[in-house]
């Protein structure tokens, strides 16, 4: 049967069959693929193509002809245009098991394996939920009106977030405290295509434990100057919430919000969490996840794995940020060596086992790749590896260290379930089963999913 072909502004009905990473719906026409933004699993949708090509097409919606049951209204009145969160529209336990079925079937695609995966571990709050706040800055060009906000979705036309619900209320009245106050003081706002403009971002680091937060000026230059202390000074007057005011160095002509050069301008550099009896120092340019339930749930599961299956690990905590993950196991394990790239974040994490009373927990500075081999090469095993990378997943270097350096089991901590697939494919390929996959929801109304795979060493492999 020969495949219909479509082409820009065909209008056709279509019934959505599933939500798909990265945001959009799916339906088929014949097997032919049609991504939809805005389409929930059993809707009756009448669209139009936007772009075809012989593989796929992208499409909007005409007109919902029939809701599907799962539909509900958008809690944010701003969910249309912004790009922050794009699945509100979607009722929260039906977005849970979309993820799931988005984890299963990316796994067993790239895999080959059908892998479970088990229910997805809900958010305790699907609102105000997220703590750290990145808002690009910009200025309207007649009235010199300071906006900051989120991208309309694909674009980088700039949304003015007056009210955001899914972070705390204390940071929408910060923002707009500083919006008017810099325009008193003439900060400029960052212009993307020419380069120019002193506020490139405001950043917020906020601790739900102390209802506090700490404010980062992304500014373009390399000193500071009067008007970001008079900034400073005002703001840390005007909110008793604000504990520390610092700025950030990047004139970069890049979409790197953050560097690594950070100044403290007034008070303190650093928020406090905590999380059952555990205490994290978190810094500016420190990671930590960005919501504190989540990451308990996260927390909880690596830790039942371990407790239940290894007693008395030596355990290698890689890409560990603060070490949260290692803090939190020192208590179950016999030693933690944690390893992480950022000086800053291996300075907290410092601190923190001091905080904690920890002392079975060795925070080593460094790329992982780095220093795997040179445990690789002192003859160091572990019971348990546990893998914590960045979306673009871990090098083939860092796994094959991994896989030498891991006696019993690794646990792959991820916030991507292509390179999360991808790198479960190469340990299958290099002796390692996975049991199962706990998916976490850490960005609530967002396609971003965060899995926790266990594999265990296959004793029967033959390399």
Sequence with gaps: MTQRVFKGADELEVRVEKLVYEGSSLAKVDGYPIFIDGGCPEDKLKIRIKK????????????IIEPS??????????????????WQYVDYDFQLEQKRNIVFETVKKITGKEIEVKPVLKSPLTREYRYKVQYPVSQTKVSKRLLAGYYKKGSH?????????????IIDKITEFIRKTAQELEISGY???????ELRHLVFRYSGSENECIVIFVINDTKINEKFKKLSKKVMEEFAHVKGCLVNYNTSRSNLIMTQDTRKIDGQNFVTEKIDDKVYKISANSFFQINIGSAKNIFDTVKNIVKENYPAPRILDAYSGVSSFGIWLADIAKEVISVEEASSATKDAAENVKLNN??????????????????????EKFDVVLLDPPRKGCEKDSLDFAIKLANKAVIYVSCNPSTL?????????????????????????SYHIESVAWLEKDDSFKN
């Design 52 to 63: 075809a090509n012989k593989n796929f097409a992208q499409a909007e919606i005409v007109e």
């Design 69 to 86: 049951s799962h539909r509900t209204k958008p809690f944010c009145p701003l969910h249309n245009v912004c790009g922050g969160c794009g």
């Design 157 to 169: 036309e700039l949304v003015n977030i007056k009210y955001c619900p899914i972070q705390p209320k």
């Design 191 to 197: 212009n993307e295509k020419t380069g120019k403009g």
């Design 358 to 379: 920890i002392t079975n927990l060795t925070a080593l500075n460094g790329d992982a790749k780095k220093i795997f081999g040179e445990l690789v090469g002192k003859n």
């Design 421 to 445: 697939a991808r790198d479960l494919k190469y340990l299958h390929e290099n002796g390692f089963l996975t049991k199962y996959i706990q998916p976490v929801d850490m960005f609530c109304h």
